[in-house]
C-alpha cells in the first residue's frame, strides 16, 4: 500500500469517529418529540395570567399587551413565561410586493406602464397552556394571516375565543 494507504487506513477511523459525534450532537439539539400536546380552546378556562413573546420586537409585544386590554381580555400579563397560566407567540413578517398597472394613453399613443410596490404583512401566532409536565406546552390556538393588520386580528380573535370559553 505504501505510505499514503497506510496513512489513510490509519485517518479513516478518526473521521468516522468524528463524524459519528458530530451527528450526536445534531440529534442532541432536534426538538424531543412530546414537548407539544394539542388541546382545545376550552384549556384556557378559568386561566388567569398571560406572558406575550415576540421575540426581540418590544413594540410588537407592547401592542399586544394594549390590544389585550383594549378588547376586555381581563388577563394579567406577566414578565417571565414561567408565571404565565397561557403563552402567546407572534411574529409578523413584511414583504415587498411590486407590480405594473397599464394606463391608456391618449387616442394614438402607447399605452403608459406605471411601476409600484406595497407592503404586506403576514402574521403567525400560536397559544399554549401548561401540559400535563412542566416542559410540555398544549396548543389551543394558532392563527396565520396576510390581512391588513394581522396583529390586531390575531388579537381580537384570541380575545374572542378566550371570553367565550370563559363566560
Known amino acids: 500500500m505504501g505510505n499514503f494507504g497506510a496513512h489513510i487506513m490509519k485517518t479513516i477511523p478518526a473521521v468516522v469517529s468524528l463524524i459519528l459525534i458530530l451527528s450526536a450532537i445534531a440529534f442532541s439539539q432536534e426538538p424531543e418529540p412530546g414537548k407539544f400536546e394539542y388541546g382545545k380552546p376550552e384549556d384556557m378556562r378559568g386561566l388567569k395570567t398571560v406572558y406575550v413573546d415576540t421575540g426581540s420586537d418590544l413594540d410588537e ?28 407567540v407572534y411574529n409578523t413578517t413584511s414583504t415587498r410586493q411590486s407590480y405594473t398597472r397599464t394606463v391608456a394613453g391618449a387616442p394614438g399613443t402607447a399605452p403608459l406602464s406605471l411601476p409600484g410596490a406595497y407592503t404586506l404583512d403576514s402574521g403567525k401566532g400560536v397559544v399554549t397552556v401548561n401540559g400535563k409536565e412542566p416542559s410540555i406546552r398544549r396548543v389551543v390556538y394558532n392563527f396565520e394571516s396576510g390581512r391588513r393588520d394581522p396583529l390586531a386580528g390575531f388579537v381580537r380573535k384570541f380575545v374572542k375565543l378566550y371570553k367565550e370559553v370563559n363566560q
Open 61 to 88: 409585544r407592547n401592542r399586544i399587551i394594549r390590544l389585550l386590554e383594549k378588547f376586555g381580555s381581563g388577563l394579567k400579563q406577566v414578565d417571565r413565561p414561567s408565571d404565565a397560566d397561557i403563552l402567546i
